[in-house]
Structure formats: structure tokens, C-alpha cells
């Protein structure tokens, strides 16, 4: 019986022991902030003094709550600049951290012949491949206009871009895409 | 119910017309490991009656008149035994015996047999020890696939878990060295954190053993054991070296144990691996690689009354996951879907990078069993569990080394049990659980945690009592739980911390019976509750590399309501079984048939424009669900030769519109024709095998929804496609026939296996592998297997 007491003292010690162990948690911090979730994007086209502001808005990521779109008219037979800006929560720049890793981002860029009846990258990575955050086009010489479809890519395999065409997406080029929109472009004089 | 009643009086009355009236009934077992022995020769005089152990170690002889007998005992590799006995009138004889081993090598003897019989009306199925050796260096769920009826759920080759009867993450237990598992069980793509180089025996139970274990055993519980600790005093081991050449994986493990002292005893385990990345027939699983270092250690003492165990066991795993397959949203989906191969396929490489998991799980335990003299024996055990989850992502702007996931989960059991001296004829024990657990989200992963903080406390009471007769026996157990479990959610960045009260009480009940030598039918009734896992209720994100959103059950129109009401899960699960076993002849069939109330299961309820395209939203929801099915095995032996084939079928529905459920096990049959010489010129347990396993496609799956149609989708059509229930976004892959074969033999305590797996190289798919949208399966793999026992 005397073991037997020892045993349970033991066995009691060990409890008290590891169950102090518990660590601190009176603050139970959460993490508020979605470092590298897109919220926004903006498009500005430019053509000479012309600038025509374009953007896609989604602040809750993942949630509920409808994304903003605010889609915009250009001039037919019009060469315009694409500029992209890219932001996160809380209007964080996200734009800086695309440039810095260019190498393993693309923008890429799906289109109607009846929207812009040319395109072309107007930036490079170290590798002289796209990264599409700067573009040019020039708009078709009707009006009416189509879907502008913008995909950026996290890790896509550069070098299976198309060489006539190294703005279309196509499944070998892989990756992730980090954001997928789409705008409705309207072409009226 | 009639039936049974009728079989039951039946049976009495046999009884009692019989002439001789008294039974003897022996439970054999080897002395020091103190496992069932099968096979024993058993002589009964003077009657001449010569019986055989069945599997499970137990003989019975029935009617037998009053008088004195002799029984001998017999076994190849052990000392022979004899016991006279005095037998009265109607007197049930029952004994445990102990069987000395006349070569003190371990691992000499096939281990069938189970210390622990918790219930004994439930249908467990045990991996000989055939099998688990030549599964040694697989993982836990690859193991328990030898198993009839249990499949696994994997995402991809290195991480799978396994399901029985269908069910599987918290829905069924996992009882490791007798202490149920706690890790992150809840994700689809999180393994159970176990060496299986700890377990000596393994076992299913395919009942639902709510009662005795609480609500996670809903779909079953698997029972991992080590053997129990030595009484020799001299140092024992086994070393294990086994290569893979698919992954190119190698995996070394030793064990070494030792009695000492006045009846103390320590054993030591260790092993360690590493592979590098899968290969499919024709490409390299990029990424896939995967690496091990776990060790246990345990010290014991053994007195007449009382017994002592201390356990300690780390396991430390760090898992690459298939590049291609990575963050998967739908348009990533639709990419892989239109692909013949991964778009991101490398060379072989040992290196993981991001994605990958790292887990380490840490285990303490101190258990002890007294015997008291006037009630019973005792068992009391206190365990500290410690599960750190981190899981690292591709990232943006440097923040791949910041995991994207970063988990603590301390647990904290206590159980004790009485296993009440039979008197008369009944058995039982009476029992109590008590858990407290404490998820943590490390903080600083910039990113909104999958699954919020929670403390569970939880307590259950129980009590099963059997009443056992030579030939038949009755089973009853109640249970009654308690949970509390505390959330801290966060809701538009308020901190919420709503609380929750679960009661509910369990029922089973259960019969076996025992006709002639040679069969044995059991049939068991059992009812289990489990209130919904934190992970249910509170989840929300992206599903990873299913390409869809998923909500718990508390989210109403995509926003967190903490005060919904939601039901408990209930079920209630009936299976039988009848063996049979006669001269060559051995089979077995478990039908079954299991309601689940308020299930808890994901469908979809929402197409959801985010910046990142369209997606299907999947939500919890609670519906009335039936799984049923049955299981079949037989064996067959001819001389050397043995054949042995195993099936399995289960069709799950929803009960209102028959809908079929997602990810539901397939048919499947395998079989296996093995030439098996026990001594062979210096040779021991010299075998060759074929085997092959054929799995069906599962016909009764979801329609397909393809995720091109997602792209720009109209309100009508997302409105049509809601209408018509769940879907899933490929087609269940063909059925597809798999051989392997290998041989093995035994010189001087060497054992060598060698075995080829697909050995066809075939190119295949499984639905129930959650990259099926993505890879193809591994191909052809040469497994050798070197141990030495001393």
C-alpha cells in the first residue's frame, strides 16, 4: 500500500508539472491584417492630357460583400498608356512588391480585336521578359467596344508566354493567379 | 429484435437439456508479450478431444460432464504445457493462460491478438503481423489500408489518413499507445501525427465505440499498440533498414528494450527518413518530398498488484506539397483540369520547398494499473499532448519563411477506468474521460487564421458491463458527456467570444454468440453524438487545391453569426458479423448500416465574385445522411499455398434526395495468392506473393460542374447551378487494377523483403486522393526491406 502511495504522488507531481507547462494567453492576438490580400486595383489609360481611371475594389478578400467596378469609355482609334496600380488592406502599396519580385509576376491581358487592335508591354524583368504593370494599346476605329480581362500571375513560367502574342494566358504558363478581373470597356467617339 | 430473441432463448434452452451440463473455456497467450496465441493445440482428456485456438487465442469445449481433465497444450516454438482441472456440475471453467516461449526471440510469433478487448460484440479486425512488417516505412493510413473496409484519404502520397466505413478526420478516433490522438485532425490534408514504427499491433474497430470512447469514434477507432515491456534481462532490439526507390526514400529505425532491477523494464525507438519527390509513370511530383525524425522512449515497473508506466514520444515531420497543386483556386483548376501533367514539373530533388508542412508532436504519458482485491483493476492514466502546425505558403514580398498557418494545440487527458472482478457471469467497467485542450494561433503569419482560438473541457462518464456465457454473451453500455467549448472569433474586426454547452448521452448494445467450433456471430447496435468541431462552425477561406470557399456552420449570407443555432450529430450504426472457419476454409462478412443525423457536410450555396474570380462557396450544412455497406474477407490455405481476397463496398446518400455524398470510398477487391514455407533448409518463413487490387470508379458521386463555367457567369446560371445540389468539378477517375508482388524470407533473425509495387506502371487516378484534379498516382516502386531482430 505504501508503493502505492508513492505511485500516486507521482503521478500527481507529473500532472501539476506538465500542466504548468500552459503558457500565457491572456492576449490572444489575432492577426487583423491580410498582408497580401488584393483589394484593389486601379487602370489609368492615358492618351496625351486624356486620363481615364478604371478600377476594380473587393475589401473584404474572400467575403460576402460585392466587389466596386468602376469600368470606363475610351475613343476609338486611340493609343492609349496602361498604367496598373496594385493596393491592399488599408490602401497598402502592393505595386512595389510586384516590381521588386518581377521576375515572378505577369500581368496578362485578354481582349476582343474590337477593343484594341494592338498591344504591347511597356516593361521588363531582369530576364527581358513582361511584367505587364505598364502597357500600350491602341483602341479599334469603331465604337462599341468589349471585355478587358486582367490576370496577375504569381510564378508563371515565363518563358511559355507566346511569342507573337506574350499577353495571352495559356495553361502552361501556370502559376497562381493573385487577381483575375475583368472590365467592361465601352469605345464611343 | 425477434429474431435475436429467439436465437438467444433457443440457445438456453440447448443449454439446458443437454445431458453434461459444464463448459471449459481458455483465453492462451505467450507469457512475456502477453499476446493471443492462435494455433495452439489444445488436448482435452480423457476425452481425446483435440481443438485449436481460434485467432483471437481462445478455445471452448461445451457440454462436458463433471469430472476431472487434463488439457495439454501445444505450440511450435513454445514449452509445452499441462493443467489439470476439477470440473463441477454446470460449472463454467474459465482461464487465462500463459504460454513460455522456448526461444526468447521476439517478433517470433504472429501477433493477432489484442490485450485490450474493450468490447467484445464489436467487429475489430487486427493486421497480422505479416502485414505490418511489410507495410513498415509506409504511413499510418497507407498501413491500415491492409485492413478490410478501411481506405484512406490522402492529398497526394505522403500525407493520408485513414477512413473506415467512410468516415474519417474527427469522426474517427485514433487511440495511440491509449491515448486518443490530438493533432489538427479536422484538415483534410493533415495527417496523423504517429511513427508507426512505435506500433507492434494494430487494430480497427469497425463499430461505432461511442460509449467507450467518446464521440470521435463515431465512424470507429484505430488502435495502436506497442508490445508490452520485457521481463528478460537481457538487451533486445530490431533494426530496420528499408529503402523506397520511387521517392528514393530511406528510413532507418531501431528498438531496443531491457528488463532490469525487481521487475522494471525500459524500451528505446527511434527512426528517422527521408525521401525526395514521387514520380507518376511519366512525370516527376514535383515537390513532394518529405523527411522524419521521431523517437519514444518508456520506462516501466511491474509488481505483483500494481503496474507503472512513464512515456515519452516526439515525432517531427516536415512534408512538401505538390507545387502545381498549390493555392488552387478556381481559375489554377481549370488550368490543371485542361492539362495532360502539372504545369510545374522539375527534376528530382530531396529539397522541399514552400509549399510545406512542419509538424511536431509531442507525447507524455504516465499510467498505471492497480489491482484491488475486492473490486477490480484500476487504470489510471494522465497524458500531455502537444501539436505545433506550421504550414508555409508561396508568398509576396519575402514572407515565405512566415508560415501562412501557425498552430499550438495542447492537450491535456485524464482517464480511469474499473474493470470491475467478474462476478457470476458479468464483466464490466466503469469509466471516466476528461479532456482539456487549448488551440493557439501563433500570431504574426499576416494572415486571418482558418480556425479562431478555442479551449474544449470535456468530460464523459461511462459504464459497459457484458454478460458472458462460454458460447454467447450480452453487452450493454451507457455514456453521458459534457462538453464546454470557448471561441475566440473575430467578426469585422471585433473580438467575439462566445461559448458553448454540449450534454448527450450514448447508448449501444450488443451480442455475440458462438455456434458449433466454427462459427461466431456478432451483432452490435450503437448510438453516438458529437457536437460540431470548432473547424466546423467557425472556417472560413479557401479550401487549398479544391478551388472552392468554404464557410462553417455559423456563417449566414457570408458573415459570422455565433448565436445560429446548429444540432448535434447523431448516430446510430448497426453491424454484424459472421465468421466462419473450418479446415482451410476462413471467411468473414460485416454488413453494416449507419444513419447520421445532422451530419455536418459542405455544399454549395453561393457563386461569389472576389478579385480573384469566381467562386462556388461551400457551406456546412446539416443534413440526414445513410452510409451503408459490407465487408468480406476469406482466406484459404492448401498446403504451402494460400489464397486470401477482401472487399468492400459502401453507397452513402443523403437520405431526403438520395444525393450522393463527396469523396465516399469506391468498391474495392483485392486479392493475394502467397506460397508460404515455414522452414526451408536454414530458412525461416520463406514467402512469395501476387497480389492485386482492383477499385472501381465510383458511380455514385456528385455530377460535374466543369470551372469553366464559372468564368463569367450569368445570375440565371448561377441560379441553375445552386439548384441542383452539390457537384464536383472533374469526373471520378476510372476504375484501375494494381499488382505488386514480392518475397521474403528469414535466416538467423535477418529478414529480407523485397517488394515491387505497381508493378505495371500503371498510370491511374484515385478519387479518393485530393490532387486527383491535378497528378496522376505514383508509378513503379521497388521496396527493399532489411531487419535484424537480436
Given at each position: 500500500m505504501k508503493n502505492l502511495h508513492k505511485i500516486s504522488a507521482f503521478l500527481l507531481a507529473g500532472a501539476v508539472f506538465l500542466g504548468a507547462c500552459k503558457k500565457k494567453k491572456d492576449d490572444h492576438d489575432?492577426?487583423?491584417?491580410?498582408?497580401?490580400?488584393?483589394?484593389k486595383v486601379v487602370v489609368r489609360f492615358s492618351s496625351g492630357s486624356e486620363t481615364v481611371t478604371m478600377t476594380w475594389q473587393d475589401d473584404d478578400g474572400l467575403g460576402s460583400n460585392p466587389p466596386v467596378i468602376q469600368n470606363g469609355t475610351l475613343k476609338p482609334s486611340t493609343t492609349y498608356d496602361i498604367d496598373v496600380s496594385i493596393a491592399g488592406e488599408n490602401g497598402v502599396d502592393i505595386t512595389r512588391e510586384i516590381i521588386e519580385e518581377a521576375n515572378e509576376h505577369q500581368i496578362y491581358y485578354g481582349f476582343p480585336s474590337t477593343l484594341f487592335t494592338s498591344f504591347q508591354y511597356r516593361d521588363q524583368d531582369s530576364n527581358g521578359k513582361p511584367i505587364g504593370l505598364r502597357a500600350r494599346v491602341t483602341t479599334n476605329s469603331n465604337a462599341g467596344g468589349g471585355n478587358l480581362q486582367m490576370i496577375l500571375v504569381h510564378n508563371p513560367i515565363k518563358s511559355q508566354n507566346l511569342s507573337a502574342t506574350p499577353w495571352v494566358y495559356n495553361p502552361n504558363i501556370g502559376g497562381e493567379q493573385d487577381f483575375n478581373i475583368t472590365f467592361n470597356v465601352t469605345l464611343a467617339p | 429484435m425477434k429474431s435475436i430473441f429467439l436465437l438467444v432463448w433457443g440457445f438456453l434452452w440447448g443449454e439446458l437439456y443437454a445431458q453434461c451440463t459444464a463448459s471449459i473455456h481458455g483465453h492462451i497467450f505467450q507469457k512475456d508479450t502477453k499476446i493471443s496465441l492462435p494455433e495452439v493445440q489444445v488436448r482435452i482428456e480423457p476425452l481425446g478431444k483435440v481443438l485449436q485456438t481460434n485467432i483471437e487465442g481462445e478455445f471452448a469445449l461445451e457440454n462436458v460432464c463433471e469430472g476431472e481433465y487434463q488439457v495439454f497444450l501445444e505450440k511450435e516454438g513454445f514449452l509445452p504445457l499441462q493443467i489439470v482441472l476439477q470440473l463441477k456440475k454446470n460449472e463454467h471453467f474459465h482461464k487465462d493462460i500463459f504460454l513460455q516461449a522456448d526461444n526468447q526471440q521476439i517478433a517470433s510469433v504472429e501477433v493477432l491478438g489484442n490485450m485490450e478487448k474493450p468490447l467484445s460484440t464489436q467487429t475489430q479486425s487486427f493486421l497480422s503481423r505479416q502485414e505490418l512488417e511489410l507495410s513498415r516505412g509506409k504511413t499510418l493510413g497507407e498501413t491500415l489500408k491492409n485492413i478490410t473496409g478501411v481506405y484512406t484519404f490522402s492529398t497526394g502520397a505522403g500525407i493520408s489518413k485513414p477512413i473506415i466505413h467512410g468516415l474519417h478526420s474527427q469522426r474517427i478516433m485514433i487511440l495511440n499507445n491509449g491515448i486518443r490522438q490530438e493533432g489538427q485532425q479536422w484538415g483534410e490534408e493533415h495527417a496523423p501525427e504517429i511513427d508507426v514504427f512505435s506500433a507492434e499491433q494494430v487494430s480497427v474497430i469497425k463499430g461505432a465505440a461511442g460509449v467507450r470512447y467518446g464521440s470521435d469514434a463515431m465512424g470507429g477507432v484505430v488502435i495502436l499498440n506497442p508490445l508490452p515491456l520485457p521481463t528478460e534481462k537481457k538487451l533486445h532490439g530490431k533494426v530496420y533498414l528499408i529503402g523506397h526507390s520511387n521517392n528514393r526514400m530511406g528510413n532507418l529505425a531501431l528498438q531496443m528494450e531491457k528488463a532490469f532491477g525487481k521487475g522494471w523494464a525500459w524500451r528505446w525507438q527511434g527512426s528517422a527518413k527521408r525521401g525526395g519527390d514521387f514520380r507518376s509513370p511519366t512525370y516527376v511530383l514535383s515537390n513532394t518530398g518529405m523527411q522524419e525524425l521521431n523517437f519514444a522512449a518508456t520506462l516501466g515497473v511491474e509488481r505483483k498488484k500494481w503496474q507503472a508506466e512513464a512515456y515519452f514520444s516526439r515525432y517531427d515531420a516536415e512534408i512538401g506539397i505538390l507545387r502545381a497543386a498549390h493555392t488552387g483556386n478556381i481559375n489554377d483548376l481549370t488550368v490543371s483540369i485542361s492539362r495532360p501533367q502539372p504545369w510545374y514539373v522539375a527534376p528530382f530533388t530531396y529539397e522541399i520547398q514552400n509549399p510545406r508542412q512542419k509538424i511536431v508532436h509531442y507525447l507524455a504519458k504516465l499510467s498505471s494499473k492497480i489491482t484491488l482485491n475486492h473490486l477490480g483493476i484500476l487504470s489510471l492514466q494522465y497524458a500531455l499532448q502537444w501539436n505545433d502546425r506550421k504550414e508555409f505558403d508561396i508568398r509576396?514580398?519575402?514572407?515565405?519563411?512566415?508560415?501562412?498557418l501557425s498552430l499550438q494545440l495542447q492537450t491535456h487527458t485524464l482517464d480511469a477506468i474499473l474493470e470491475h472482478h467478474a462476478w457470476k457471469n458479468f464483466r464490466g467497467s466503469l469509466g471516466l474521460n476528461i479532456l482539456w485542450q487549448d488551440n493557439y494561433n501563433v500570431p504574426g503569419t499576416g494572415i486571418t487564421p482558418l480556425l479562431p482560438n478555442f479551449t474544449n473541457f470535456s468530460q464523459g462518464l461511462f459504464w459497459i458491463e457484458r454478460f458472458v456465457k462460454p458460447a454467447y454473451e450480452i453487452e450493454w453500455g451507457l455514456r453521458y458527456d459534457f462538453r464546454h467549448t470557448e471561441v475566440q472569433a473575430v467578426r469585422n474586426r471585433l473580438r467575439l467570444t462566445p461559448n458553448y454547452q454540449f450534454h448527450w448521452k450514448t447508448v449501444t448494445v450488443g451480442y455475440w454468440y458462438r455456434k458449433w467450433r466454427n462459427v461466431v456471430i456478432k451483432t452490435n447496435l450503437a448510438t453516438t453524438v458529437r457536437p460540431p468541431h470548432t473547424a466546423e462552425l467557425f472556417s472560413q477561406g479557401l479550401h487549398l487545391g479544391i478551388g472552392n470557399i468554404q464557410e462553417g456552420l455559423l456563417f449566414e449570407g457570408g458573415s459570422l453569426n455565433p448565436d445560429k443555432p446548429f444540432a448535434l450529430e447523431k448516430s446510430y450504426k448497426w453491424i454484424s458479423t459472421v465468421q466462419y472457419q473450418k479446415n482451410a476454409w476462413q471467411w468473414e462478412i460485416s454488413p453494416y448500416h449507419q444513419w447520421i443525423d445532422n451530419f455536418i457536410y459542405a455544399t454549395p450555396t453561393d457563386i461569389r465574385l472576389t478579385i480573384q474570380g469566381y467562386f462556388p462557396v461551400f457551406s456546412y450544412v446539416q443534413k440526414d445522411v445513410v452510409l451503408r455497406g459490407i465487408d468480406a474477407m476469406q482466406k484459404f490455405y492448401q498446403g504451402n499455398w494460400q489464397w486470401q481476397s477482401k472487399f468492400s463496398y459502401l453507397n452513402a446518400f443523403v437520405r431526403k434526395n438520395k444525393e450522393a455524398v463527396i469523396n465516399m470510398p469506391p468498391l474495392r477487391w483485392e486479392n493475394k495468392i502467397a506460397w508460404e514455407r515455414k522452414s526451408w533448409g536454414k530458412l525461416q518463413n520463406t514467402s512469395f506473393f501476387v497480389n492485386v487490387l482492383y477499385v472501381a470508379k465510383q458511380n455514385n458521386a456528385p455530377r460535374v460542374v466543369e470551372p469553366t463555367r464559372f468564368g463569367n457567369i450569368s445570375t440565371e446560371e448561377k441560379q441553375q447551378i445552386l439548384s441542383e445540389g452539390s457537384f464536383d468539378f472533374m469526373p471520378a477517375p476510372s476504375a484501375y487494377w494494381l499488382w505488386s508482388i514480392g518475397a521474403s524470407t528469414t535466416y538467423k533473425g535477418f529478414t529480407t523483403n523485397v517488394q515491387v509495387e505497381n508493378l505495371a506502371n500503371t498510370i491511374y487516378r484515385d478519387y479518393l486522393n485530393r490532387w486527383r484534379y491535378y497528378a496522376n498516382e505514383i508509378g513503379r516502386n521497388f521496396i527493399l526491406q532489411l531487419s535484424y531482430i537480436f
Open positions: 489575432h492577426d487583423h491584417n491580410e498582408q497580401e490580400l488584393i483589394t | 509576396r514580398g519575402g514572407r515565405s519563411t512566415i508560415p501562412a
